[in-house]
Structure formats: structure tokens, C-alpha cells
């Protein structure tokens, strides 16, 4: 078994740059999600979530 | 009449051991789906396409026959169109799934989104320990999406990638899946003490709008479109089965992709996913690795989850009980139940349920997107 050291160094990169990435998609998502939550409670039609199934 | 016996001598050859090999894990993984009911749907089909591929001169796999040359296997062929060629039939599967995800409590309570992405953090550390093992990089990613704890996901990358192992890496993603309800509450308690488990959280939904959970699906879409280009695919088809849900017209192709359409892929993904566990590909060390790494992921998630939620503690009024973190992770709905058992188990009246499935639920949208992204990120590092 021989270690790539080459590998291992791109994992690293990986994996900040991964996880950087799915909390700037998510954060985003959750930015966006909050405003269309806020705009639509403002206009009051809305059903609470655990009534509305 | 030597064909007659033909296959039977095969099974008794000196290098076949790892055909028999391959006999017994079709077996365990038949007994475990039935007997066990882990994730049964799955399990079943690869483990009698286990036993299917590896009979000597199998017919379902492609054969070499003598004065014909080549014949093409059903399984073989199933396995170069659904997957190899397309990746159609984990693709598919993501509308079924989209289908079936209420997004509701995960909309009543955003912030849980960040649980999501936390426990995507086994993934990436994965990856890490899978080089230090000597898998190279675009290897080592395949195993390291084990940690999505989604199976379309594992086999969709890994095919990408063009791992050799996605046989042992679709076993290990749905093995785990199937073991969360296990796994997951040592990595819990190894990670919180009983008072932690014990913190209660005030369930205040805010209100959900028909036109935020229509326009939901399409707006994830779009910014993981726009942020992670490679994640369109995945984020895309599970979304799409989202909107049939949500958009209230489409009442019956809705249930069709929940029930017909997410089992007949299932049911013909599990069967070709055996195609790549042929006892030569198969039986080996890596594979031995890969189920250990598959196990590391998950655990590593759970913990990322756990202490994020932690972190997120430090700087917040209303505590957030740290379990909820670890349900952060896609495998749903047995996360989910997981954690309110936990928390039942701390304190009696101490019910986590709907932020557990929220946090679940924001598993399913980062896994796919972490999927997206090492398709996107991995090529350019090779």
C-alpha cells in the first residue's frame, strides 16, 4: 500500500472547499426560503404546516 | 454430457472460493432484508444478483460461448444502459424520492437547513482517510459520498467518477443506511451527555404558504444550479418530484412517482447495481476498506452534527438540543425516529420529532448537493 501524499493534500483541499460550498448553497437556500416565509405570512395565507396534511 | 456438469465443476476449482464468497454475502444480504427487514427493497435484489452474476457461465451476465462469441447478459446490459451509460435509474429514483419529501417541517423551521449541510462533513473526512489508505483521489470520493447516506447519490458518483467499487459502495451506502438506527445512537452518546439529550426545544412553526412550498423546489433548484452547476442533475430530479407533490394538479402522477415509479427503479436498480459484484471485482481487500470507511462517514457525520449543533449553542438563547444536529444526516425517516428515541429515552417528555425530520429533510437536499459538488470539484483536482 502506497500513499499518495499528492492524494491525501487534495482531500484536504477538498474538503474545505466541499464543505464551503454545501453551506454556501444551504445558506443561500435558507436566505432565500426565510424572505419567501416573511413575505408570504405578511400576506396571511398561509395554513401552519402540522394542520395542513 | 460434460455440459451438464460443466458449472458444477467451476464451483470446485481452486480460484473459486471467492465465487462461493460472494454465494454467502448474497446470502447474509438476503437474510438480512428479510429476516432483519434492512432496507429490504434494496438489499434483496443486490443479494440474489449477487448469487446471479456469480454463477459459473452465468447467462445474466455477458458470456463468451464458444462458436458465437460474445452474448450480451440482461444484467450486464441493464447496468450499461441504466447506469453506466445515463445514470438514468438513480435519477429516477430522485423523483420518486422528491415525491414522497414532505418539506413542510423543514419550512417551518429553516435554520435546520444548516444541519443538512453540517453533517455532510463525514464525506470529506472520509475521503481523507480513504487516500491515507492508498485509494486515489476520484476512489477515494466514491467512498467518501457513502457519508451522504443516500444511495442513488453513492452509485450516481461513483459511476461519474468511474470508481471500480461501486458495487462494494452501493452495499456499504445501503448496509448503513439500513444500520442507522444502530450506529447512530453510540455516535450519539459518545458524543452528548444525558443532559444535553435531555434539552427540550419549543416546536413554533411559522406558517407555510401553498406558494412557498411550490416555489420551494424550483428556487433550490436554481441556486444549486447556479452554485454547484454538477448538482442540476441530482438536485434537480429530486426537486422536480417535489414539485409533482406540491403543486397540487398533478395528484396522481405524484403517487405514481411515490409508489410505482420509486419502486419499480428500485427493484431494477438493486438487481443491476449486481452487476458489479462479480466475485473477481469484488472479493477483495478494498472492499473489507471501503465497509469500514462506509461505517467512518457515517459516524463522522453523526458527530459534525452533533457538535455543530453544539457550536450553534454557544452563540444561541434558545438551546438546540445537539442530536438534532446528527439528524442532519439524509438517511430518512430512521434518523428522525432515531433522535425523538433518544430524547423520549433522556426525558419522557422531551419530543424532538418535528425538528428531527426537519433537520432529516435538509439531510436530503445537502446530500444531493454534496454529491454535486464533488462532481463538480473532484475532476478539476485530478
Redesign the interface.
Known sequence: ????MN??M??????W???L??????????I???I??TV??R?G??????E?? | MDFLIEGVLELFKPDSWKVWVMFVIGGVLIFLAIKKELEPALLLPIGFGAILVNLPFSGAINQTMEGIGEVQGIIDWMFRVGIEASEALPLLLFIGIGAMIDFGPLLANPKLLLFGAAAQFGIFFTITIATLLGFNLTDAASIGIIGAADGPTSILVSQVLGSQYMGAIAVAAYSYMALVPIIQPIAIKLSTTKKERAIKMAYNPQGVSKMTRILFPIIVTMIAGLVAPASVSLVGFLMFGNLLRECGVLRTMSETAQNQLANLITLVLGITIAASMKAESFVNLQTLFIMALGLVAFVFDTFAGVFFAKLLNLFSKNKINPMIGAAGISAFPMSSRVIQKLGIEADPTNHLLMHAVGANVSGQIASVVAGGVILGIVPTMI
Open positions: 500500500m502506497t500513499i499518495d492524494a491525501v487534495a482531500s484536504l483541499n477538498l474538503m472547499m466541499g464543505m460550498a454545501i453551506f454556501t448553497v444551504i445558506v443561500v437556500i435558507f432565500v426560503t426565510q419567501m416565509l408570504g405570512n400576506k395565507k398561509f395554513l401552519k404546516t402540522d395542513n396534511r
